[in-house]
């Protein structure tokens, strides 16, 4: 039982351009008068032959007592290209568990050997820090260092500061560890001081994403500040950025609300987060 020329060719372009793998049902549903049973078995003989020539691929079932799958990349080259889809939409980053977890359960028996693949052939790269995570692009040596190390970095800086002119900001001192030379750190360039305006400003434009809720993302509004200094031509300044949610803070202007689940954020999302007088992660703010 067999097809045409045509319709192999047709099999071949809609196992290339669909989302997912397909079953032999699914296939004769798009190419087929009818969905007959002879129809569903000439398409499947179809497919088995194009997997003979190495032009299609037989995928596990989705779920028990299901039919087989069909696509045009093996299973393997469809989950790498899932791992590496997954951790773009998540900022490049996401620990071994999460990288597992965002895969379909029947791509997770390829998650091992697929994901140690792409980390030999420097697609994907790994960070231990304290939990091991998966990275789109080659992590930096500052990224190696430990939160608590982080942390004493910044009360350095904050100390130094009072005794400088021109005050060092963390993204200077970031750069300078990850290899720019001295004179990378630029003593005269101007940081940026944000201003209650203009956080409100920022505020105010994350508000509708927030689905009525009205707390926003402390790192989000840093994301629209520091979007603000490049714009400007101004450095970027975690303490000055920090130092004016404080003002609010005291002033009554604002509240802050704790993360429920710190071990789910990412080390930068922790550093431009405040720390509450018990250790608690204020990670998001509002208006009162």
Request: with cysteine.
């Amino acid at each position: 039982m067999t097809v045409g020329a045509d319709m192999t060719r047709d099999i071949v372009e809609l196992l290339r351009t669909s989302d997912g793998p397909l079953t032999a049902k699914q296939v004769a549903g798009k190419l087929c008068d009818s969905l007959s049973s002879k129809n569903v078995e000439k398409i499947e003989a179809a497919l088995h032959e194009l997997i003979a020539k190495g032009t299609a691929f037989e995928y596990p079932p989705e779920r028990k007592g299901s039919g087989g799958r069909f696509g045009h990349l093996s299973p393997e080259h469809w989950v790498g290209g899932r791992i590496v889809a997954n951790l773009k939409e998540a900022g490049g980053r996401l620990t071994i568990g999460q990288t597992r977890n965002s895969l379909r359960k029947w791509e997770i028996r390829y998650f091992d050997e697929v994901l140690g693949k792409l980390v030999s052939e420097k697609k994907l790269f790994y960070l231990t820090v304290r939990l091991k995570y998966v990275l789109s692009s080659p992590p930096d040596p500052y990224d190696h260092l430990l939160p608590r190390q982080i942390t004493a970095l910044r009360e350095i800086v904050e100390r130094i500061n009072r005794h400088r002119k021109n005050n060092l900001s963390m993204e200077d001192l970031r750069e300078f560890l990850n290899g720019a030379g001295p004179a990378a750190i630029p003593a005269s360039k101007t940081s940026g001081i944000p201003t209650e305006d203009l956080i409100r400003e920022w505020y105010n434009k994350d508000l509708p994403a927030q689905g009525g809720l009205p707390s926003i993302p402390i790192p989000s509004t840093w994301s629209h500040y520091d979007a603000w200094c490049l714009l400007n031509s101004l450095t970027p300044n975690l303490d000055e950025f920090k130092n004016l949610l404080w003002r609010l803070y005291r002033a009554g202007k604002v509240e802050f609300v704790p993360h429920s689940f710190t071990q789910r954020l990412q080390e930068r999302e922790l550093e431009v987060s405040l720390r509450g007088p018990h250790g608690e992660v204020w990670y998001y703010w509002k208006w009162r």
